[in-house]
């Protein structure tokens, strides 16, 4: 994946990060990479948005950071290892990952905000209208819409559903089979 500004802009696919790329910490942090794990069918989908010529980015709040349960440098290795672990087994990671860690000289705003989308789409070239998410709680889904994102999946999970998704699912398999057959009549694979 390269950052071209002359190209066309592409659709990404923007994860939320605990309880969708990883299996969800509850309330707490997931504060080592010994905690993290890695959800059922990431890889598949993972792969499958690529082949597609689209773009992977998560959008995540990590306020351990700024609650000082964890430090920046925990929170990047972790994602350095999640990133390797990807690419060791499909050949490719996310293409950018941007956090809220609620931390005096954060770049980023919190979630419902549509900052962390807008950033990404600027920076990445990315066609958000054609842009899905994936998200397990009502601030993903309200983020989304407030960036202007039309196809929104939930993972049902712990949290309460008040924001409805325009998909909602059970596993990472069923969110793929969706975009699978969204792909089949929409987005087209570049040349
Ligand atoms: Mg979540």
């Known amino acids: 994946m390269t950052r ?7 659709p990404a696919v923007f994860f939320d990060r605990d309880g969708v790329v990883n299996v969800s910490p509850g309330p707490g ?13 990431l890889f598949d989908l993972l792969r499958d ?3 597609q010529g689209w773009l992977a980015i ?7 950071v700024g609650k000082n349960l964890m430090t920046q440098a925990d929170l990047d290795e972790i994602h350095a290892n999640l990133q390797s ?6 050949g490719s990671g996310f293409d950018g990952i941007y956090a809220y860690t609620g ?16 950033t990404a789409a600027r920076e990445w070239n990315i066609d958000v209208k054609r842009s899905w998410l994936i998200g397990d709680a009502d601030r993903d889904i309200e983020m989304a819409v407030s960036a202007g994102i039309e196809h929104t999946i939930r993972v049902r999970g712990d ?3 008040g924001f ?16 699978t057959r969204h792909w089949s009549v929409d987005g087209k694979a570049p040349d």
């Open 164 to 179: 409805p998704a325009t998909h909602t699912v059970d596993s990472l398999a069923e969110a793929l089979a969706i975009l």
């Open 85 to 90: 672990t990807l690419r060791n087994g499909i």
């Open 159 to 161: 949290n309460p559903i």
């Open 49 to 51: 948005v690529h082949r």
């Open 103 to 118: 931390t005096p000289d954060c770049p980023h705003r919190p979630k419902p905000d549509p900052e962390m989308i807008l």
């Open 29 to 41: 942090y997931v504060l080592s990479w010994e905690a993290f794990q890695i959800s059922p069918g």
């Open 4 to 10: 071209d500004p002359q190209a066309q802009p592409r």
């Open 58 to 64: 998560i959008v995540t709040s990590q306020k351990g």
